[in-house]
């Protein structure tokens, strides 16, 4: 039988002080610290238990440590203990359970010391009870006995860790319906049970908190957010609301349950989480500030003022369903305004008001309100099982069916709700069972349709249940009781206490040296134990890194029909690699294949599969790279090696599509990086330096050979680095003699299969240039000559750079270089940094040199940027008043500003708050206020004649005079939220698309509707609409080009490997530009009557958020903060394919969200979600 306690834990501030940032040492008692586990039952040596999970500190303290002058005050409520529980969420969904009381004890005398704090000082410290099982009352009432006998001033007859170890080894889990386990702490008796297995599943809280805290229609708007499986964050002050909330809510959704990311009590420092695409469900306390982040779509529940808000639409619950569900509701809460009407004792009425419903809220409400809302499931999905066959459920055919009964189209909510990983999840489950077998859900369907009372079907047991015993040890009365003036330290061990004195040694001489060594600069593996190493690392992530197994593991479990790239699997696990500073998400997913590998997996990968394992990989390595992580891309490398030995039948190009299209591996900064990384680590000390360096040297040329680097760039990389290391000729020649076998390092690398020997022996086709390619082939065969040993030792200076220009390029799909020589030589340009937002940068415009000559004169620098943020602000910028562009700010918002446009007098934006501003541009005024849509406004467009045209996710576009201040008329009308506008003011043509992946145009003029362009089968995120062309670009992985007269689709642009969501039309060349969220720039021309991609860039390894082009110039920007300024040559013609990168600025880690180009300035300007703005000159050297 197993036990219902697993552990008893104490956290707190720990030998090893390190602030919430992760810096060593002590740095005032304002900030505050890390938890550490600093005490646990059964301790941790302790073979037959798993360790308490890592993160247990950081969640059970989400505020962290802080230091105060005082503990328990009865006079000041602050000082008082808090009782809370939380839960935490295992890789394969399980939760565990924790009960915590967090209280100021007085810092341990050797910490004090070593620290040199004041006498007399208090932390905040945490003890826990930890259990799989979900009996909440019983984890709290036995945690606050144990707190109560500490602090008693009568003392315990035992020492309190006696009493815990005995507790906590002793007390059995009860069989569900059938016992009661009676145990005792010290005096106190406490019982424990469970329900029958087939009834509802326990639910050891009060749902009262969820009722109290939110009125009947935001109980039903939380409980739809649920289903549709929304981002949902619950806000209070109390940190028990918040679990108690997330707990209550899960079980009104039984038999379903939540699959989503769920953490009931986030940690402060984890607040960036929120921004995370995937669904979940977070509780984050009400002080921690968000005005920051973008929020976009999250589901905010307000407990304590009773508001949910969301800038997406929640589909409302279905007729007659949702009418019922809240009327039964109220019913239950408050039954004599309901029934006030009623005659009592006449007809069913008291059936209709259940009994003693007047008494204060208890068990028996808890019991009523779940199966309210198994009510409203078994109607919702009445007949359901009649479209099971083969075991599989026909949606379409329900909803049919469903639609025929109400003569309504299919409800939005539940055709969501049908398609969630919920219902998914359960239709496995039921799948499963027997087919003789019922659920509850079941049960009541059957039972509502034979005309019995809903609570029939829960089990009624007559028989009391067994009582189970736990005595207590016997032991002699003491003549002293044990009484503590602070929560007693447990026994530690020899090794632990030597572990302690060092540390806290250590901190003492770094206060004592003065700072010559400041402790926050020291690595954090100093003196960190592997638990502490991995708490700091779990920190990062808490439970989606917990997940990462397992979401690794469903992803290769997608069957043959489930699309990886569009799975809720892939998307999470890429969400965490891109939003992780740390490298954890990385670094984590990496290992979790290399232990997949070790754990015997043949390593087949289907089509499909190799593309998303490959676009992670290739994601880790990346932002590996720009962190300097070497270790996570040495280990990526490894893997990626493994994985080809493993599948026998692999791709051919496998080398081509997943490792040599990341760009790194092409710069000098990279090798040389990954060569002194090499040298960093352990050696022989017997081995000389030169033959270290040239083993390492060995190393980093197998990577390359492995890699597909023509031997000539490989050997140009290597010999710069020998020379700075004054490497001698005798190992210079060693080392091209081993680069002269190529093709055998190859091999050795990827694998010796017949198959891929084949493959490896006809060249392994590489993307590079014709040139270069004929150039890697005779390389090899002057291996056994003279002339490569004496080209060897050449200084000729123009040799070696025109060979080494070859180490970087941008490659078109028809093999032909587009690189000028500014961009060969890497100029570094002038960035500035303009700080000024609080919040995430959320829309930029530019305002062109012609725009602003009234205000600034025609100067040849003349030209603004306006910006919109999260703190509701507009601010204008003017890059010329150098150190000081901000020109103004411009208040008048209340919700994040989505969209800015001007013209030479005016500003106009538009904000989640549902309105339109217009601003003086000269004297930054307020004019007009404009309102009229019902939801966040998207696109804004100054038009001609003092016009401004707005389209908002109402799915309304909107013409206003702002002469008049006069809503004009509603121009065009779509079906959902409108994400993208095009007009052409001189014929009066209209283009619009969103989530409902139509393209619709209008002729605003004559006020009809010309065409809707249906080809599309997701969102449309971009379009472009020049003369009688309309291109579009969705998220289903395609750019469309039509025809505006015809409606017709002349082309489908389809080899992006992620959503286009930049698109543009350069008009002198006639060519189409589409940027994706892959990181690839194609260009495309027409040819022979049909299109084609002439080229292919890859220097930006994130979403393109923006293309820009001119005559002559073309601008770029992407989501990783990474900026492109193209020229087109006046010798290039008139073809797409001209253009040729000019300049690239060095790019520094952020999150862009919006980009805009200034081309006759030659500047672009990137907005970050910390509030900051990237400023380049791209015609100005530093």
């Not at 009541?444 to 034979?450: C, E, F, K, N, S």
């Not at 890699?707 to 490989?714: I, K």
């Not at 009809?1008 to 599309?1016: A, P, R, T, V």
């Amino acid at each position: 039988m197993g036990r219902i306690f697993e552990y008893f834990v104490v956290c707190g501030l720990g030998p090893e002080m390190r602030t919430l940032d992760g810096d060593l040492g002590f740095h005032g008692l304002e900030n505050s610290y890390l938890p550490s586990l600093l005490d646990q039952f059964p301790p941790s040596d302790h073979s037959l238990y798993p360790p308490p999970p890592p993160q247990l500190p950081t969640c059970v303290l989400p505020a962290g440590v802080g230091f105060h002058t005082s503990g328990f005050v009865s006079s000041d409520p602050a000082s008082f203990p808090r009782s809370y529980p939380i839960v935490l969420t295992e890789g394969d969904g399980s939760k565990i359970f924790v009960s915590c009381i967090a209280f100021k004890d007085r810092v341990c005398e050797d910490i004090a010391e070593a620290y040199r704090l004041p006498p007399d000082t208090y932390a905040d410290k945490c003890i826990c009870i930890v259990s799989h099982a979900p009996n909440f009352r019983a984890l709290r009432d036995s945690l606050e006995e144990i707190f109560l006998l500490c602090f008693s001033s009568e003392g315990s007859c035992k020492p309190l860790w006696d009493i815990i170890s005995y507790m906590v080894a002793n007390v059995p889990l009860p069989t569900p319906g059938k016992d009661r386990v009676l145990f005792a702490v010290e005096n106190c008796l406490l019982s424990v049970e469970a329900p029958p297995e087939d009834s509802l599943p326990q639910a050891d809280i009060s749902l009262q908190p969820l009722v109290q805290c939110l009125d009947v229609d935001n109980l039903i708007k939380l409980f739809t957010s649920v289903l549709v499986e929304r981002r949902i964050l619950l806000r209070s002050n109390k940190y028990s609301l918040l679990t108690l909330v997330s707990e209550a809510i899960c079980h009104l959704i039984y038999p379903f349950r939540w699959q989503q990311v769920y953490i009931p009590l986030l940690f402060f420092s984890g607040v960036d989480y929120i921004d995370a695409p995937t669904p979940y469900m977070m509780g984050l306390h009400s002080e921690v500030d968000t005005s920051y982040l973008a929020m976009d779509g999250v589901v905010v529940v307000d407990l304590e003022s009773n508001q949910i808000t969301t800038s997406e639409e929640i589909p409302p619950l279905p007729e007659p369903e949702f009418s019922s569900l809240r009327n039964d509701i109220l019913k239950l809460l408050h039954p004599n305004v309901v029934a006030i009407d009623q005659l009592k004792g006449f007809g069913n009425s008291v059936e209709q008001c259940p009994k003693n419903l007047s008494k204060p809220w208890g068990e028996d409400h808890d019991l009523q309100l779940r199966v309210i809302f198994l009510k409203f499931f078994a109607s919702i999905l009445g007949g359901y099982r009649n479209f099971i066959e083969n075991k599989v459920f026909s949606t379409d055919a329900f909803l049919k069916r469903r639609s025929r009964s109400t003569n309504q189209p299919p409800e939005p909510m539940l055709v969501q709700f049908l398609g969630s990983f919920a219902f998914l999840d359960y239709l496995e489950r039921r799948l499963s069972f027997d087919e003789n077998s019922t659920n509850l859900l079941e049960k009541l369907q059957d039972a509502v349709g034979r005309g019995q009372d809903a609570m029939s079907i829960l089990p009624k047991s007559s028989m009391e249940p067994e009582i189970i015993t736990i005595a207590e040890p016997e032991v002699e009365e003491a003549a002293t009781r044990y009484t503590y003036d602070r929560f007693p330290a447990n026994a530690r061990s020899e090794e632990q206490e030597e572990k302690r004195k060092q540390i806290l040694a250590a901190a003492s001489g770094a206060l004592e040296s003065n700072g010559s060594s400041p402790p926050g600069k020291n690595t954090k593996e100093d003196s960190f134990s592997s638990r502490e190493r991995a708490a700091e690392r779990d920190r990062m992530v808490l439970d989606i890194k917990v997940k990462l197994q397992g979401l690794w593991e469903r992803l290769l479990e997608l069957g043959s029909t489930e699309d990886p790239l569009s799975s809720f699997e892939y998307g999470t696990i890429l969400a965490l690699i891109e939003s992780d500073a740390e490298g954890i998400g990385g670094s984590g997913y990496i290992e979790c294949i290399r232990e997949h590998l070790n754990s015997g997996w043949d390593g087949l990968l289907t089509e499909e599969q190799f593309i998303a394992v490959k676009e992670l990989l290739k994601m880790a390595v990346s932002r590996a790279a720009l962190r300097n992580d070497l270790a996570t891309v040495q280990d990526a490398l490894e893997v990626s090696a493994e994985m080809f030995k493993k599948d026998a039948n692999n791709v051919s190009d496998y080398v081509q599509r997943h490792l040599i299209s990341i760009p790194i591996w092409e710069e000098l900064r990279f090798w040389e990086g990954y060569f002194e990384y090499l040298m960093e680590q352990p050696a022989n000390e017997s081995v000389n330096y030169a033959t270290l360096v040239t083993a390492r040297l060995i190393i980093v040329a197998s990577h390359m050979a492995g890699l597909g680097l023509s031997d000539t760039d490989a050997w140009n990389i290597i010999e710069t680095i020998a020379e700075k290391q004054k490497l001698g000729f005798k190992l210079l020649i060693k080392l091209r003699g081993f680069l002269s076998h190529v093709q055998q390092l190859r091999v050795g690398y990827w694998g010796a299969s017949s198959y891929k020997q084949q493959s490896i022996s006809s060249g392994l086709p590489s993307p590079r240039p014709k040139a270069d390619v004929s150039d890697e082939t005779q390389q090899p065969a002057e291996a056994s000559g003279r002339s490569w040993v004496q080209s060897m030792f050449s200084r000729d200076t123009a040799s070696r750079a025109n060979s080494f220009s070859r180490v970087r390029k941008w490659v078109s799909d028809n093999a032909s270089s587009d690189i000028t020589a500014a961009a060969q030589k890497k100029i570094q340009t002038n960035v500035r940094v303009l700080k000024g937002h609080s919040g995430a940068v959320t829309a930029l415009h530019s305002v062109t040199r012609r725009e602003v000559c009234d205000l600034v004169g025609d100067r040849e620098d003349a030209g603004f940027f306006i910006s919109g943020s999260t703190d509701c602000l507009v601010k204008i910028w003017d890059p010329s008043l150098r150190g000081s562009e901000l020109r103004a700010t411009l208040k008048g918002h209340t919700g994040t500003v989505r969209a800015i446009s001007s013209d030479r007098g005016k500003i106009v934006s538009g904000s989640d708050d549902q309105s339109i501003i217009v601003w003086d541009k000269q004297t930054t005024q307020l004019l007009e206020e404009l309102k009229g849509h019902d939801s966040q406004v998207s696109c804004v467009k100054m038009l001609s004649g003092e016009r401004v045209l707005t389209a908002a996710h109402d799915g309304t576009i909107k013409m206003w005079d702002v002469r008049t201040d006069m809503y004009v008329a509603t121009v065009g009308r779509c079906s959902s939220a409108i994400l993208s506008i095009e007009y052409d003011d001189s014929t009066g043509i209209l283009a619009a698309a969103g989530r409902d992946t139509v393209a619709n145009i209008w002729d605003i003029r004559s006020g009809k509707q010309m065409h809707k362009l249906k080809g599309h089968t997701k969102w449309i995120r971009s379009i472009r609409m020049v003369d009688d062309t309309l291109i579009t670009g969705s998220d289903d992985w395609t750019a469309r080009v039509w025809s505006v007269s015809r409606g017709s689709c002349d082309a489908v642009l389809a080899c992006h490997a992620g959503p286009v969501q930049s698109v543009e039309y350069s008009a002198f060349d006639k060519g189409i530009i589409t940027g994706s969220a892959d990181g690839l720039l194609r260009f495309w021309e027409n040819d022979d009557g049909g299109i084609k991609c002439v080229k292919n860039i890859t220097l930006h390894s994130s979403s393109i958020l923006s293309i820009n082009a001119g005559e002559n110039w073309l601008g770029i920007g992407a989501a990783d903060n990474s900026m492109s300024l193209f020229h087109r040559p006046a010798n290039a013609g008139a073809k797409v394919s001209g253009w040729q990168i000019y300049r690239v600025p060095q790019r520094t880690a952020a999150v862009v969200r919006c980009v805009a180009s200034d081309l006759e300035r030659k500047r672009i300007c990137s907005g970050g979600r910390n509030g900051v703005l990237r400023l380049w000159d791209a015609t100005i050297n530093i």
